[in-house]
């Protein structure tokens, strides 16, 4: 193990991995790429995600680059849950469906829920996730959510982004937010905020407003029933 993985594992309270199977192992995803991490990290709890992201930020401002790639069960096509740095990954332990409300039909989950075993649990209930993507067996509700899945019955119920409430998110500084839909009102005042939020916010406005005319200019959807490439037509700035 290197000296950062043994850093790492002196400080959290997952596991920490180096070894050459296992960096062999989860060096693809379902793409056709292959990118060799160069530990793996299996987090138990928030806490642990935070204090990873941290001590990355940290060797960042020192110039010492350290990315974190989140990950699932890997089953992306497009490379996306692969990575130099540390791969995050999240089904060994943050796992669980921990609350369901069936009288307003909102569930939280931690991201390493299997989209199935999540569905097989609602189901009871009489409730159930419409977009179905085709790798339902074993994709995460996490890596779910990070593509805006869809599959089988989104035509009629739509695609991931209709059904999320909010997030817990965990930024590159280690700082915890929680994200929902804003008012104009909301995100001035998250802009109002001095920390790494306010910072990513007051910059994410920024784009979209320097950049309006040309997000609207070619923000017209073709004419399919699903599309998930390009801009989505934008009707006000968040």
């Known amino acids: 193990m290197n000296k950062v993985a043994n850093y790492l594992q002196e400080h959290i309270v997952g596991e920490v991995l180096s ?7 989860f060096s ?5 790429f292959e990118v060799a991490p160069s530990m793996v ?3 138990k709890n928030v806490s642990d995600v935070r204090k990873v992201a941290r001590f990355s930020w940290q060797l960042a401002e020192k110039g010492h680059v350290l990315p974190i790639t989140a990950r699932g069960r890997g089953s992306d096509q497009t490379g996306a849950a692969i990575g130099k740095g540390v791969v995050m990954v999240f089904p060994a332990h943050m796992n669980r469906l921990l609350e369901l409300d069936t009288k307003q039909r909102l569930a ?11 569905q097989e ?3 009871t209930h009489g409730l159930f996730l419409p977009p179905y993507p085709s790798s339902i067996d074993y994709a995460t509700i996490g890596g779910s959510i990070a593509n805006n899945a869809a599959g089988e019955k989104t035509v009629k119920y739509g695609d991931t982004r209709k ?3 909010g997030l817990e998110v965990v930024l590159a500084d280690g ?3 929680q994200t929902s839909r804003l008012s104009k009102r909301d995100l001035n005042r998250k802009k109002g905020l001095t920390n790494f939020e306010g910072e990513m916010y007051r910059q994410l406005d920024g784009l979209i407003t320097d950049n309006w005319d040309l997000i609207q200019q070619h923000a017209e959807l073709p004419g399919v029933s699903k599309n998930s490439a390009g801009y989505r037509k934008v009707h006000s700035v968040l």
């Open 19 to 25: 070894s050459a199977g296992i960096r062999k192992y």
């Open 28 to 32: 693809t995803d379902g793409s056709i």
């Open 41 to 43: 990290v299996y987090p």
């Open 108 to 118: 939280r989950v931690q991201p390493g829920l299997n989209y199935l075993a999540f």
């Open 121 to 123: 649990a609602v189901r």
């Open 163 to 165: 059904y999320i409430e």
């Open 175 to 177: 700082e915890l937010i």
